[in-house]
């Protein structure tokens, strides 16, 4: 973990979507993230969550800044939690920054991780250390390649056996920001 880096001013915004700080009401975020067959598997979100569980994924998500792991972000569109975001700065002494995101099943196909993805990068550019954005993402995902290219990511390399997802070593795309 590193020492925290100052939290923005002015919320990250690009397009539709505006990136906020997690809030107690994201409770329905995360319990519709945790129903889809896939979020639960990239990160710490139980699959199937009870409305406790989320509660308390939403408070780590809550404490992950102040313990300098970075900055997790509900996306908000259309006056709605649509998704999350987050920088994770796991690899800041390289001066790299590391993207994730998911999108609610019922808000997909809209754009929104495309300008998630723009707000995020914008705003990584102001923290300090961060000299290269990274993203990784399984071949399969087209959704998601979608929107790394339409936030102008670009394709760097297939990393094999790259990340373990699922108990299993997966291909991953590394996507970089320009």
């Avoid at 700080?21 to 945790?34: K, S, T």
């Avoid at 954005?133 to 929107?147: K, M, T």
Wanted: proline share 8%.
């Amino acid at each position: 973990m590193t020492e925290p880096q100052p939290w923005p001013t002015t919320p990250p915004a690009h397009g539709s979507v505006v990136l906020r700080e997690f809030v107690e009401a994201d409770v329905g975020l995360v319990l519709e993230l945790g129903e889809d067959p896939y979020v639960p598997l990239i990160g710490n979100l139980p699959a199937h969550p009870t409305r406790q569980e989320a509660k308390d994924w939403v408070r780590r998500q809550q404490s992950r800044h102040a313990e300098g792991r970075g900055f997790p972000f509900v996306i908000a569109a259309e006056g709605a939690a649509v998704g999350t975001i987050g920088l994770w700065l796991r690899k800041l002494s390289e001066g790299v920054g590391i993207v994730g995101y998911s999108v609610s099943p019922k808000h997909r196909r809209r754009g929104f991780a495309a300008d998630a993805l723009k707000a995020i990068t914008v705003f990584a550019r102001t923290v300090p250390g961060v000299e290269r954005i990274e993203l990784y993402i399984e071949p399969w995902n087209r959704g998601s390649i979608r929107a790394a290219e339409k936030a102008d990511y670009r394709h760097e390399g297939l990393l094999p056996a790259h990340q373990e997802i699922g108990g299993i070593a997966r291909d991953m795309h590394l996507y970089v920001s320009p």
